[in-house]
T-cell receptor
């Protein structure tokens, strides 16, 4: 079985400061990892993914994430947060043995960026 | 591309009524997923289709829920009869799945906010 943990319900950060949203996972085989963002009253938007290759993945809106196999983590980062980054962020994982692409989503982390 | 289209965006109905939610996936995508989002349970996968065939419906909560995908460009999620605890936001997502299981990201629709009174 595959699972995702987002240990923080909410992350508060001041505008201009670095932002980190944590994610750890458990899967069979090599993981496929994703980050999505959800703005109020909107659907989830894809930010970035790790499938293979470089452990540092760059995505939309200046976000990046680092895959760490030994720590089974895939933390989302942004060097300088904007107020407009305030949203709900979801980490998702698909196990390498799952050929149908079924994703397991974390519970989500609310990011609040204050001016 | 217009993205994943869902209708209606909002639905308010009375307990016991039938509710039908609709989804049009992105053209060319061959996998379709239905999710439900609530504060209590977060994002739950209800059912997913590949090439219009249901692959896994283990997430469907009860027999009151059913889903169909008659063709590559349309899917429905039906609740009959509806109950207040079905109140949630229902999302449809689609994906291009390549032979061999290569994983591409899912693209989500805007969701249908269902309120059952």
């Amino acid at each position: 079985a595959q699972s995702v943990a987002q240990p923080e319900d909410q992350v508060n950060v001041a505008e201009g400061n670095p932002l980190t949203v944590k994610c750890t996972y458990s899967v069979s085989g090599n993981p496929y990892l994703f980050w999505y963002v959800q703005y109020p009253n909107r659907g989830l938007q894809f930010l970035l993914k790790y499938i293979t290759g470089d452990n540092l993945v760059k995505g939309s809106y200046g976000f990046e994430a680092e895959f760490n196999k030994s720590q089974t983590s895939f933390h989302l980062k942004k060097p300088s947060a904007l107020v407009s980054d305030s949203a709900l962020y979801f980490c998702a994982v698909r196990g390498g043995t799952d050929s149908w692409g079924k994703l397991q989503f974390g519970a989500g982390t609310q990011v609040v960026v204050t001016p | 591309d217009a993205g994943v289209i869902q209708s209606p965006r909002h639905e308010v109905t009375e307990m016991g009524q039938e509710v039908t939610l609709r989804c049009k996936p992105i053209s060319g995508h061959n996998s379709l997923f239905w999710y439900r989002q609530t504060m209590m349970r977060g994002l739950e996968l209800l059912i997913y289709f590949n090439n219009n065939v249901p692959i896994d419906d283990s997430g469907m909560p009860e027999d009151r829920f059913s889903a169909k995908m008659p063709n590559a460009s349309f899917s429905t999620l039906k609740i009959q009869p509806s109950e207040p605890r079905d109140s949630a936001v229902y999302f449809c997502a689609s994906r291009q799945r390549l032979a061999g299981g290569s994983s591409y990201e899912q693209y989500f629709g805007p969701g249908t906010r269902l309120t059952v009174t």
